[in-house]
């Protein structure tokens, strides 16, 4: 099978930890012997940017002997329009929910975004999603829940003195993981900050923020701290959460895309009944106070990239056939 990649997300120099659950994705696919072209593009919103990459589809498709094109994110379907080849998505979030701009309110952007979704879904051989409540957000039709995999070996648990000491960090602070880049601002890290800032002085605490860390070095660092904090103001299914449940790690987070999901079964793990820092704040107070590992692997080992790469594969073959 040959298969075409479009993506609007895909690592750069820049953000060289950008949609690492999509590369993994293309990697596992690659294994599993599809050959796999990947069109990464960045379209920031602006008009020729889709059009220069929409150009260069057409002739990929054109001469490539593709079997079908897999769009990540709604968005990127629209390179694929007209069709020429059958067409699968995978709806992965704000592509289907929209977002909130800086004042707390949906923009134009994020509510075009939602209806070219809501267009290129229902011309869509087939549609993915990778959290169930996406589809409230979509035309009615079937969809195939498929949430991003793991890589359960590389993101196991071990002992947090090992992380610390290969990470050169201090055994006597409690570390809090912030698991995105700071100037991400729907990642919300001034809500983190102001959190962390009204834990007790006394606490010994230090947030690692995930910035500018290689991705290969993240399960150490999952290790190597108390507790995941996630603060995003939207998300579909944020794979980082069901990465540091694959390592043991408890995570706090406020009430966003499908944490609730995935967290509120384990103990030890907390979801924020509000978004204030104090909230927050005593939230990780509690978690850190306890000074435990969670339970977590467990509840994430459906999500082994090798068993979801073999639905992806099945999803394939229907839009294939249809």
């Not at 706090?252 to 104090?278: A, F, Q, T």
Request: a positive charge; proline letters at 7%; charged letters at 25%.
């Amino acid at each position: 099978m040959r298969v075409l990649m479009v993506t609007s997300e895909w690592p750069t120099p820049e953000y060289p930890l950008r949609a690492p659950f999509i590369v993994r994705q293309a990697r596992f696919l690659e294994k599993a012997g599809v050959e796999l072209d990947v069109s990464p593009f960045r379209g920031d919103k602006h008009p020729a940017n889709y059009w220069r990459a929409w150009r260069r589809v057409r002739e990929q498709m054109r001469t490539g002997h593709y079997d079908l094109l897999h769009a990540q994110f709604g968005q990127s379907a629209l390179l694929a329009l007209p069709k020429r080849l059958p067409l699968v998505i995978t709806i992965r979030g704000s592509d289907a929910t929209g977002f909130i701009g800086p004042h707390g309110k949906h923009t134009f952007s994020s509510w075009l975004l939602r209806q070219i979704s809501r267009l290129v879904v229902t011309q869509a051989d087939q549609v993915i999603v990778v959290a169930e409540h996406l589809t409230h957000y979509l035309p009615k039709r079937p969809y195939h829940v498929i949430p991003s995999g793991l890589d359960l070996t590389m993101f196991r648990p071990m002992p947090q003195k090992e992380a610390r000491r290969q990470l050169q960090l201090p055994d006597d602070k409690r570390l809090i993981f912030f698991p995105a880049y700071p100037d991400i601002p729907n990642k919300r890290h001034a809500l983190a900050k102001a959190a962390v800032s009204r834990l007790e002085p006394q606490s010994n605490t230090e947030m690692i923020t995930a910035g500018g860390i290689a991705y290969e070095q993240v399960p150490l660092y999952m290790n190597a701290c108390d507790v995941l904090l996630m603060t995003s103001q939207h998300e579909g299914s944020p794979n980082v959460v069901k990465e540091a449940l694959a390592c043991n790690l408890p995570v706090v987070s406020v009430d966003v895309g499908d944490v609730r999901l995935r967290i509120e079964p384990v103990k030890g793990c907390i979801v924020c009944k509000d978004e204030r820092p104090e909230t927050i704040a005593a939230a990780l107070e509690q978690v850190l106070a306890a000074r435990q590992r969670v339970d977590g692997r467990v509840t994430v080992l459906d999500l082994d990239e090798h068993l979801l790469t073999q639905k992806l594969l099945a999803v394939y073959r229907m839009a294939l056939s249809a």
